[in-house]
């Protein structure tokens, strides 16, 4: 079955910029969306179709996808922006929906 | 406002069954696929089911696959998951999503979430 890998965490200072990446096998060829989920909240989508913002997302969060990663990344880094962010792709080979493990974004 | 609501979690034994609901309001819910997914306490999120919005697709993760089933009443703007022969590792929170982009393609929005705990 197909696998996404992040890093576990990944610690940014406020106003930098932040890069979570997210990997997996010619992840070029798949649509991949983002989430956000900060402790005890539901996800949220951040980012779907690799780069697009649904309303209400700062522009500050963007995506981008290349050869074997995927790239979630904040601009501006705020306080409020701490939390567990998700890749997801649909794995059309196997008929699933899959997820990677999550990155903790610490604001320091 | 797009709203999801779950209901029907709760404490269960091992081996029992529970039928959970989600209801939406806020858009044309029978013109949107469905999916089920879970986060174990402490983990990351896990996706259970996909439903299609007349009900004539259907995919489960392997971990569900022959012990839960997906379904949906587009009249009462209703998704359901009944669970059977629950398992210890079933412990967790489960979220309905509404299949933003269809066949998995982005989550938005997710319901509260309702918490499954099974017992011994």
Not at chain 1, 16 to 43: D, E, F, L, M, S
């Amino acid at each position: 079955s197909y696998v996404l890998t992040q890093p576990p965490s990944v610690s940014v200072a406020p106003g930098k910029t932040a890069t979570i990446p997210c990997g997996g096998n010619n992840i070029r060829n798949k649509n991949v969306h983002w989430y956000q989920q900060k402790p005890g909240r539901a996800p949220v989508l951040v980012i779907y179709y690799n780069h697009d913002r649904p309303s209400g997302i700062p522009e500050r969060f963007s995506g981008s996808n290349s050869g074997n990663t995927a790239t979630l990344t904040i601009s501006r880094v705020e306080a409020g922006d701490e939390a567990d962010y998700y890749c997801q792709v649909w794995d059309g080979s196997n008929l699933h929906v899959v997820f990677g493990g999550g990155t903790k974004l610490t604001v320091l | 406002e797009v709203q999801l609501v779950e209901s029907g979690g709760g404490l269960v034994q091992r081996g029992g069954s529970l039928r959970l609901s989600c209801e939406a309001s806020g858009f044309t819910f029978n013109s949107y696929s469905m999916d089920w997914v879970r986060q174990a306490p402490g983990k990351g999120l896990e996706w259970l089911s996909y439903i299609s919005s007349s009900s004539s697709i259907i995919y489960y993760a392997d971990s569900v696959k022959g012990r839960f089933t997906i379904s949906r009443d587009n009249a009462k703007n209703s998704l359901y998951l009944q669970m059977n022969s629950l398992r210890d590792e079933d412990t967790a929170v489960y979220y309905c999503a509404r299949d933003y982009g269809g066949s998995g393609n982005g989550f938005d929005p997710w319901g509260q979430g309702t918490l499954v705990t099974v017992s011994s």
